[in-house]
């Protein structure tokens, strides 16, 4: 669960950014909020890549899962 803890985090710090810009329209906070969805991006993409390598490396490889 550490990912997902690294995720939720990290959105709790752009939140003063998410508010300043939704909430009272500061433009330079806007800019902030860019950065903030292109640094999420790029988390999502290595968390991505990490499952992927993991599924790839476990023994069973692509198997489906049991229901």
Do not use: C, W
Request: proline fraction near 3%.
């Amino acid at each position: 669960m550490g990912r997902f803890n690294e995720l939720r985090d990290l959105l709790g710090t752009f939140e003063k950014d998410f508010v300043k810009f939704y909430e009272k329209g500061n433009k330079s906070a806007g800019t902030r909020v860019r950065k903030h969805m292109n640094e999420l991006k790029r988390k999502a993409q290595e968390i991505r890549m990490e499952v992927q390598q993991m599924k790839a490396t476990s023994p069973g490889g692509d198997e489906p899962a049991a229901q």
